[in-house]
């Protein structure tokens, strides 16, 4: 069995006081699709931004590549390969689209002693996001929502990650969008990136995932792989359901 690319162990995060997460255990294997579920409040976001960094006071072990980065800042843990994006998307409003993707451009990344990946470039992701590659010159604040949700995934691909935390990627977008996410990370996972999703969407979660955590205050209360979480009407109304 292969070494998961992430692997987390004893994550525990506070906000000043208050202490949100409670010794979450959990890993990501290569080439696979992760669903961290629960409802609003569970510790969806505060998981991703406690593994990237971004959290003051977290204690824990997080292992990428091998490698402990619990200690680390969160630009080091991005040049390691593992890509963030955020839920309220951040990107620069009154740069264009050209400008916010070369804004998150990083080099090409090697796996041990292999060969170099597949550079991602503005072109291969407007083959990715032709919404995007209709509207280069575009600035941010000019975009819709779901324009805008697939330009700050596109910004993180540009740093050429081997590893994705996607958080809400589907949270206030149209149906027709959340089709087309469903899509782009089926299609990101068939070329080997490993991928953490934020998901309240059991639908959506369900199109993508292979397994799935489930939150509530904090604490992993399930896990198993996403067809028993879609058969377990249990598990959902206890821990999904609003």
């Known amino acids: 069995m292969h070494r998961p690319i992430l692997a987390v162990s004893a994550l525990n995060a506070w906000y000043g006081g208050a ?3 409670y010794d979450l255990d959990f890993h990501i294997g290569h080439g696979e699709v992760v ?3 629960g409802r609003n409040g569970a510790g969806k976001s505060t998981t991703m931004e406690a593994v990237m960094g971004m959290v003051s006071r977290r204690s824990g072990s997080v292992v990428f590549r091998d490698r402990d980065v619990s200690k680390l800042a969160p630009f080091q843990i991005a040049r390691l390969g593992l890509g963030f994006v955020p839920g309220d998307r951040r ?3 009154e740069l264009t689209v050209l400008e916010n993707l ?4 990083q080099p090409v990344r090697r ?6 990946l597949r550079e991602w470039t503005p072109e291969r992701l407007f083959r990715l996001f032709p919404n995007l590659g209709a509207m280069p010159d575009r600035r941010g604040d000019l975009m819709s929502g779901g324009e805008q949700q697939m330009l700050t995934v596109a910004r993180t691909l540009m740093g050429n990650p081997l590893a994705l935390l996607l958080d809400e990627p589907s949270e206030g977008l149209a149906p027709v969008i959340v089709e087309q ?3 782009t990370i089926l299609e990101l996972k068939g070329q080997g990136l490993s ?6 969407n059991l639908h959506f ?4 995932s292979d397994r799935v955590y489930v939150l509530e205050k904090g604490q992993i209360r399930w896990t198993g792989s996403i067809a028993e979480l879609a058969a377990d009407r249990d598990v959902q109304r206890t821990y999904l359901t609003l």
């Open 181 to 183: 996410m469903a899509d």
């Open 35 to 37: 669903a961290l579920m």
């Open 91 to 93: 990107i620069f409003t």
């Open 195 to 200: 991928i953490l999703l934020s998901e309240q």
């Open 111 to 116: 796996v041990a002693d292999g060969p170099a």
């Open 102 to 105: 070369d804004a998150g451009r």
């Open 19 to 21: 202490r949100i997460l």
């Open 205 to 208: 979660a369900e199109l993508v």
